[in-house]
């Protein structure tokens, strides 16, 4: 049983747990920083705690001050939403215990999982295609720079505690390896305080596909189709869509099978997803395990009517999915844009600030994930996340119409703030984006 959750977040993620949770009856603890004390999670939930000043390291990372504070409110769970600790094995250990439901997946499997080699030794047991490269973390320069010559370049190499877009790097040529290797180990360490790292052969025309998949305690595991996410730039996504367009439902059902296949061998119970890369012949390569719940969930929860953090929470407190695989409909096409203070002119460069306007889009059909509002001052502390849109229509046409009114209708300013929501409007008009022929190299080649 869960009766009060900590919401070990912010921003809009944090305020969509609180919701949730509220429509389930469960109280709910918004732990927060100094410089989220006025946010929108903290006025809707039951009880706020603050857990330390506005850096995320004191903060929303501070692992004995969320403990401290979820036992100080008396809540039994703790749900870490996406970012921060959410795939932070060693918080999901504490939790477990000092007695706390982690709403996610165990830390033995998180941790197992979280180590990028490791998931890919235990996908390739379980049968999963994945691109030539290193099963184990590599040892040496010299040994990494071998294995690229033997696979073929151009090669990736990858932090194995990588996440998010952050710890890779592409290699074209060997002259290049040393100093990519060097520097992705350095930031690695910096970053994730785990400097190993693997190589695998890099894919330029590809297209992000991934599985999202749910498993509880009690032998059930689906998957709930597949996203899009391929429109994206230095491996961070901004546009989202399910289903994926113009992919043979034949290699959709594939990729749920395998998935669910590496699901059951990794034993993973709550909300994951299985990151595939899919190339132009249709042939699919698994890439890793996000062990949480993802920025673009909203997407597969628009087509299928299946709320995710709902499941979260039931699988958490025990009880088996109330569904099995033949019970996934999916209907119509969600498309998801993601609404950045950010300043595409100036390479996607923040803009903090006060906003001194805020217009949000409505109508049938039309979903808005969000923390702001008039007035709303935007911190340099976090992410640049304002907002995602999220739209639904019966097929993809008409969804792209009614995202590109819903980019037209929001009007976000304030003084030095500037958003992607112009930029995402002129993305979804692209002639390739249109057609559904766009890849993960796209926005590269527009903006550099």
Not at 235 to 240: I, Y
Request: net charge negative.
């Amino acid at each position: 049983m869960i009766s009060k959750v900590l919401i070990a977040n912010r921003g809009e993620i944090a305020l969509r747990i609180a919701r949730t949770c509220q429509e389930l009856g469960l109280a709910t603890v918004a732990a927060h920083s100094s410089a989220d004390r006025d946010s929108a999670v903290v006025r809707f939930a039951d009880e706020t705690v603050q857990v330390g000043p506005g850096p995320a390291k004191s903060s929303y990372l501070n692992i004995p001050a969320i403990i401290e504070a979820a036992r100080a409110r008396g809540a039994d769970a703790i749900h870490p939403g996406y970012g921060f600790l959410s795939e932070n094995a060693d918080f999901a250990e504490v939790c477990e215990a000092e007695g706390f439901t982690f709403i996610g997946p165990s830390a033995e499997v998180m941790g197992r999982l979280g180590d990028k080699s490791s998931a890919r030794a235990i996908m390739l047991d379980a049968g999963l295609p994945l691109l030539p490269g290193s099963r184990v973390a590599l040892s040496s320069a010299q040994e990494a720079k071998e294995l690229a010559a033997e696979i073929g370049y151009p090669v990736i190499i990858k932090a194995v505690a990588g996440g998010g877009g952050r710890g890779m790097a592409v290699v074209r040529e060997p002259g290049e390896f040393d100093r990519a290797f060097a520097t992705t180990k350095a930031n690695a360490q910096a970053v994730f305080r785990d400097g190993r790292l693997y190589v695998e052969r890099y894919l330029d025309s590809a297209r992000h596909v991934e599985i999202q998949v749910l498993g509880d305690g009690h032998g059930g595991v689906v998957h709930l189709g597949a996203r899009d996410c391929s429109l994206q730039r230095r491996h961070q996504k901004l546009v989202e869509e399910s289903p994926a367009p113009r992919l043979d439902p034949r290699i959709v059902a594939e990729m749920g099978e395998a998935a669910v296949r590496g699901a059951r061998a990794a034993d993973y119970t709550g909300a994951g997803t299985f990151e595939f890369l899919v190339d132009g012949t249709g042939r699919f390569f698994f890439m890793e395990v996000n062990c949480r719940l993802q920025v673009e969930h909203p997407v597969t929860e628009m087509v299928t009517g299946i709320d995710l953090v709902r499941e979260q929470l039931r699988v958490a407190a025990g009880e088996p999915l109330g569904f099995t695989q033949d019970d996934v409909e999916h209907r119509g096409v969600a498309i998801e844009c993601r609404v950045n203070a950010e300043d595409p002119a100036r390479d996607f460069a923040p803009t903090p600030g006060t906003l001194t306007r805020c217009v949000l889009p409505g109508g049938p059909f039309v979903r808005v994930d969000t923390h702001i509002e008039h007035g709303y001052k935007i911190p340099a502390l976090y992410d640049s996340l304002l907002a995602k849109l999220i739209v639904w229509a019966p097929d993809r046409e008409a969804a792209l119409a009614k995202m590109r009114r819903a980019l037209a209708e929001t009007e976000i300013r304030g003084a030095g703030v500037t958003t992607t929501a112009e930029f995402l409007a002129g993305l979804l008009d692209h002639p390739r984006v249109r057609a559904s022929e766009h890849d993960t190299a796209l926005i590269g080649s527009l903006v550099g």
